[in-house]
């Protein structure tokens, strides 16, 4: 069973940057697929980004293509997720996720373990 942390939420204002971090518990972090989910109020959750078991393969939304960068280390069982030009439609709450899985998953219905999340607020 893997347990995630997530951290690095807070207030910032709109163009600035924000870098998230999970940790993830247990020896075999390598093997799995990471994903950056958020739930703004009123919203239902949507994905971020996500990342293969070795870093190399990558995808994001739309949304946040361009602005953010997902990656991992997996020598110290963490993924990270560097968010620059934040805008106010970016606050939700973060989580992160795994599976068991070489390659990226897009599906949240795919993830077997995820963290309790971590605020992200954006001011205009």
């Known amino acids: 069973q893997v347990q995630l942390v997530e951290s690095g939420g807070g207030l910032v204002q709109a163009g600035g940057s924000l870098r998230l971090s999970c940790a993830a518990s247990?020896?075999?972090?390598?093997?799995?697929?990471m994903g950056w989910f958020r739930q703004a109020p009123g919203k239902e959750r949507e994905i971020v980004a996500c990342i293969s078991w070795s870093g190399v393969n990558t995808y994001y939304a739309d949304s946040v293509k361009g602005r953010f960068t997902i990656s991992r280390d997996n020598a110290k069982n963490t993924v990270y997720l560097q968010m620059n030009s934040l805008k106010p439609e970016d606050t939700a709450v973060y989580y992160c996720?795994?599976?068991?899985?070489?390659?990226?998953?897009?599906?949240?219905?795919?993830?077997?373990?995820w963290g309790r999340g971590t605020q992200v607020t954006v001011s205009s």
């Open positions: 996720a795994a599976v068991i899985s070489s390659d990226y998953r897009t599906r949240q219905a795919d993830y077997d373990y």
């Open positions: 247990g020896r075999t972090f390598s093997s799995y697929a």
